[in-house]
């Protein structure tokens, strides 16, 4: 009995002293450490937009603050071009910033095409293959007096008569922050998940003609707001 117990301390003992051979930072022992990935070397696409683009585009591209670039019907109106121009370029003048080096921002060219890519991958090719989508670029300049006329019956119950109500659209801050393409894109696509629905959801189906009306009267709004600013 006697004989076991020594035996017991001494593994004990043999244990306690092997722990700190077992750790990382025991001295002679070389620590197993995960080499960093540098930012200019990220290839997944999932952590690329989780970085750069989800804040405001929510996640899978669905909205937040602002238009889901993964919502089937953008990427119906929106062409590869189209959206490595705008992740590369950013819109100037609104918070949609620049990412590509060549432009000040810190993507590479390998690290956009992953990001197009990847935003393509949501697209549903079939979803408006009969559907009389309007166009992404802008037509020739839209008549303000008709957009005012199809801004009464399809905007204003949600907007107000001068789209200053609850939900403001015709407000001076927020037509200085935002361009007459991005109107057009919030037109066309909506914005679901603040309740904005988009071109089929009013109380008919807005036209490429009914949507270059309606930004042309927001834009006039926009000059006669900032007109009255500086008075």
């Given at each position: 009995?006697?004989?076991t117990?020594k035996?017991?301390?001494?593994v004990?003992?043999?244990l306690?002293a092997m722990l700190?051979l077992?750790?990382?930072?025991?001295p002679?022992?070389?620590a197993?450490?995960?080499?960093?990935?540098?930012?200019?070397?990220?290839?997944?696409?999932?952590?690329?937009?989780?970085?750069?683009c989800?804040?405001?585009?929510g996640?899978?591209?669905q909205?937040?603050l602002?238009?889901?670039?993964g919502?089937?019907?953008?990427?119906?109106v929106?062409d590869?071009?189209?959206?490595?121009?705008?992740i590369?370029?950013g819109r100037?003048?609104t918070?949609?910033?620049?990412f590509?080096?060549?432009s000040g921002?810190?993507l590479?060219?390998?690290?956009i095409d992953?990001?197009?890519?990847?935003i393509?991958g949501?697209?549903?090719?079939?979803?408006f293959a009969?559907?009389?989508?309007?166009?992404y670029?802008?037509?020739?300049?839209?008549?303000?007096r008709?957009?005012?006329?199809?801004?009464?019956?399809?905007c204003?119950?949600c907007?107000?008569?001068?789209?200053?109500?609850t939900?403001a659209?015709?407000?001076s801050?927020?037509l200085?922050?935002?361009?007459?393409?991005?109107l057009?894109?919030?037109?066309?696509?909506?914005?679901?998940?603040?309740?904005?629905p988009?071109?089929r959801s009013h109380?008919?189906p807005?036209?490429d003609t009914d949507?270059?009306?309606?930004v042309?009267?927001l834009?006039?709004?926009?000059?006669?707001l900032?007109?009255?600013l500086?008075?």
């Amino acid at each position: 009995m006697r004989k076991t117990r020594k035996t017991i301390k001494l593994v004990a003992l043999c244990l306690t002293a092997m722990l700190p051979l077992m750790s990382c930072d025991a001295p002679g022992r070389q620590a197993v450490e995960t080499p960093a990935i540098r930012p200019a070397d990220i290839a997944d696409f999932r952590v690329l937009y989780s970085q750069n683009c989800s804040g405001c585009h929510g996640a899978n591209g669905q909205g937040a603050l602002t238009v889901g670039i993964g919502r089937p019907v953008y990427l119906a109106v929106a062409d590869d071009g189209t959206i490595r121009k705008t992740i590369e370029e950013g819109r100037p003048g609104t918070p949609m910033p620049a990412f590509a080096r060549k432009s000040g921002g810190l993507l590479t060219d390998a690290q956009i095409d992953i990001l197009v890519h990847g935003i393509r991958g949501w697209a549903n090719p079939g979803a408006f293959a009969n559907a009389m989508l309007p166009s992404y670029a802008p037509s020739p300049s839209g008549d303000a007096r008709r957009g005012a006329e199809i801004f009464q019956v399809s905007c204003a119950p949600c907007h107000g008569r001068d789209g200053r109500g609850t939900r403001a659209i015709a407000d001076s801050s927020y037509l200085a922050l935002v361009t007459d393409q991005h109107l057009r894109t919030v037109i066309i696509v909506g914005m679901p998940q603040l309740g904005m629905p988009d071109w089929r959801s009013h109380n008919k189906p807005l036209t490429d003609t009914d949507v270059g009306d309606l930004v042309a009267w927001l834009a006039a709004r926009r000059e006669a707001l900032s007109a009255q600013l500086k008075q």
